[in-house]
């Protein structure tokens, strides 16, 4: 689920935030530009590991008195394999589908086509419904936990002089399901399909 990417950057300390140790104060500031930020075919960032190394500061020709120094850092990055199993809760259902969050990370979709076999849609409670027999009917309701299975990934690059074209682990299947989303005015930069087709995937409550 998380791994730990090498970067190289330079950043800047503003005047204000001379009075921290120099280190503290880089690190600082790695955390503020990178914390929560998806970087392009690597993932989400979450925190700084490790300053792995950091340059001399050069005093910048401004008025405020900044300096940049150039940095190498570890930084630990959200970002499954291909098959790994999840667990989240379920945060909103639609005829397409499931939105799952895991609290840190909302944009999860299971598509309909990726839930339990013999699942319906109820329109007029906006719920799932696996029909396990003719008797029991088992609701996937908001706020349930879920696991899931991580069927592929979605970049899109949201800088300023992108296409906004999807890349994914299966490039005609990563197209369709942004196309399926293309309602949305809010284009993500890193999304995950899952599925629960698999035995043991689906609400945990299903298998205690």
Request: with cysteine; glycine share 6%.
């Amino acid at each position: 689920m998380f791994m730990v990417t090498t970067i190289k950057d330079t950043v800047k300390i503003l005047p204000r935030y001379f009075y921290k140790n120099r280190n503290e104060a880089i690190i600082d500031e790695i955390n503020h530009k990178y914390s929560n930020k998806v970087l392009h075919n690597v993932g989400l960032c979450i925190e700084l590991l490790d300053l792995i190394e950091v340059s001399d500061g050069i005093v910048l020709p401004c008025k405020d008195g900044s300096y940049t120094v150039k940095v190498t850092f570890k930084m630990i990055v959200f970002r499954p394999f291909i098959g790994e199993t999840l667990i989240g809760k379920v945060s909103n259902s639609s005829e397409k589908g499931i939105k799952v969050s895991m609290g840190f990370f909302d944009d999860i979709t299971i598509p309909a086509s990726q839930l339990t076999p013999d699942t319906t849609f109820d329109k007029t409670q906006n719920v799932w419904i696996w029909n396990f027999n003719e008797t029991d009917k088992l609701y996937i309701d908001k706020n349930e936990e879920i696991r899931f299975q991580v069927l592929t990934e979605l970049f899109v690059d949201t800088g300023p002089m992108s296409k906004k074209k999807p890349f994914g682990q299966d490039p005609q299947e990563s197209t369709k399901q942004l196309n399926e989303s293309a309602e949305s005015e809010l284009v993500v930069p890193y999304s995950i399909i899952g599925t629960i087709t698999q035995q043991g995937l689906g609400l945990t409550s299903w298998w205690e």
